[in-house]
Nanobody, 124 residues
């Protein structure tokens, strides 16, 4: 059974930083591309960032590029999303997911396993 568990969310002021963690059990993330998505109330789930199974290629949504960094620790089977210079528009529930192996890395439909998400709220 594959489990994906996110943590690290919270309520912060604009300009602050947070690091989200995504612990996966039941498979080795070194064999899979991983992604972070987010969903705000009354909005569709949107792509935030992804990292290939070799960790060599990362992608970011334009809205977070330069502020967020995705990286993996294969030994811990954990994916991280380091977020800095947070803005109120970053407020959402953040989800980690395991890519199914084919296709682009920004389409949530191509990800097989999802966590329950962790809430990030940015407000003054």
């Amino acid at each position: 059974q594959v489990l994906v568990v996110e943590s690290g969310g919270g309520s912060v002021q604009p300009g602050a930083s947070l690091r989200l963690s995504c612990l996966v059990t039941g498979l080795k993330i070194e064999d899979y591309a991983m992604g972070w998505f987010r969903q705000a109330p009354d909005s569709q789930r949107e792509f935030v960032s992804s990292v290939t199974f070799m960790g060599g290629t990362t992608e970011y949504a334009a809205s977070v590029k330069g502020r967020f960094t995705i990286y993996k620790d294969d030994a811990r089977n954990t994916v991280y999303l380091q977020m800095s210079s947070l803005k109120p528009e970053d407020t959402a529930r953040y989800y980690c997911a395991v890519h199914g192996g084919r296709g682009s890395f920004d389409d949530p439909a191509l990800f097989n396993y999802w966590g329950q998400g962790t809430q990030v709220t940015v407000s003054s």
